[in-house]
């Protein structure tokens, strides 16, 4: 029993919760609040694609994706002014989106039309690399805000990586 629950996909509605619990989460620690619910993110995604298995190309890739695989980009992003509300939200392919992170949607346009002058090889390769530069970088985030918040209540901060540890060359 419990294997076949292992391979249900998740409901349309489901998928929206996830989503939209993430996204308050992620806003809280900015001291953000979701101006809208998430009733009304669903009647959104549904208004924009009709339904959740309709396929759509991707704004920035052109490749086809459902609402079911979609990621939430905002797309002038918040650290640049962008508000928090459906206006500001774009369903969008998660390589593209980790491609994207914090960039303006001109410059991500401009970093796009570049790899696609590339040969084909090599653009992948571009592409790989820049999703996981943005991972590690949002990892980094993470981890400075968390070492500036055990500073800020004055407890000892250990760092147990050092350059000996990890690697001679480091």
């Known amino acids: 029993m419990k294997c076949a629950n292992a391979l249900r996909q998740p409901t349309f509605r489901e998928r929206v919760h996830g989503i939209y619990s993430r996204m308050k989460d992620r806003l809280k620690k ?4 979701i101006p809208f ?26 490749g086809w994706i459902t609402l079911m695989v979609c ?14 509300g459906l206006a500001n939200l774009d369903d969008i392919c998660e390589a593209c989106n980790d ?4 960039l303006m949607p001109e410059s991500f346009e401009k970093t796009i ?13 571009m592409r790989t690399r820049l999703q ?6 949002g990892q980094v985030r993470s981890m400075m805000g968390r070492l ?15 350059p000996e540890k990890e690697n001679a060359s480091w």
Not at 30 to 33: A, G, P, R, S, T
Not at 71 to 84: C, R, S, W
Not at 113 to 125: E, G, I, S, V
């Open 30 to 33: 900015d001291k953000i609040i």
């Open 37 to 62: 619910t998430e009733r009304e993110l669903e009647a959104w995604l549904l208004a924009r694609r009709g339904s959740p298995d309709k396929p759509y190309q991707c704004r920035y890739c052109t």
């Open 71 to 84: 990621v939430l980009d905002h797309y002038i992003p918040l650290k640049q002014n962008g508000g928090a």
């Open 99 to 102: 491609i994207k992170g914090g």
């Open 113 to 125: 039309a570049f790899m696609r002058t590339l040969p084909p090889k090599c653009a992948t390769d």
């Open 132 to 137: 996981r530069a943005n991972k590690h970088a």
């Open 148 to 162: 500036m918040a055990m500073e800020a209540k004055n407890k000892p901060v250990r760092i147990d990586r050092t």
